[in-house]
């Protein structure tokens, strides 16, 4: 019955969340912006679907080598580690339900999780650059 709990605690999280726009050269994102601690932790667990060109962006207090694991999520993601500028840092497939970690390979404050496959279909790779409101020099994407 605890899963059960869970997994409406997740998705009640997700419809409170706010969104941002995001691009990806001309395609459009439309992102989840996770950016408290709880937020962070439960990110896109226990959802059984996600729509394309949806996704959730990770934003932290400060840079860091923040890894991700997917022991409750259900969808197999792609995650962006991104700079703050908006560049791609690297790129990790994640397959679901793994506790495998992925991790940025240097310290970054955002992280960009879309379905599996994503950008490596649109030809998006590090030192590509993800666009949108507070990216930048002074970026403070977040709330």
């Known amino acids: 019955m605890a899963g059960v709990g869970a997994a409406v605690h997740a998705q009640d999280a997700a419809q409170q969340l706010p969104v941002t726009r995001l691009t990806a050269g001309m ?6 912006v996770a950016d ?22 990770f934003v932290f207090e400060q840079p860091g080598v923040h890894c991700f694991w997917m022991k409750n999520t259900l969808l197999p993601l792609s995650i962006a580690f991104l ?3 908006g560049s791609i840092v690297n790129i990790a497939d994640m ?17 960009l999780e879309m379905n599996q496959g994503w950008f490596a279909k649109r030809g998006l790779k590090a030192g590509s650059r993800i666009g949108g409101e507070g990216f930048g020099p002074a970026a403070s994407v977040g709330r």
């Open 27 to 32: 395609h459009l994102i439309t992102a989840e």
């Open 83 to 85: 700079a703050d500028d």
């Open 95 to 111: 397959p679901p339900r793994s506790e495998a970690s992925h991790c940025p390979t240097k310290p970054v404050r955002l992280a």
């Open 36 to 57: 408290s601690p709880e937020e962070r932790g439960i990110g896109l667990m226990h959802r059984p679907s996600m729509p394309a060109n949806h996704g959730m962006l």
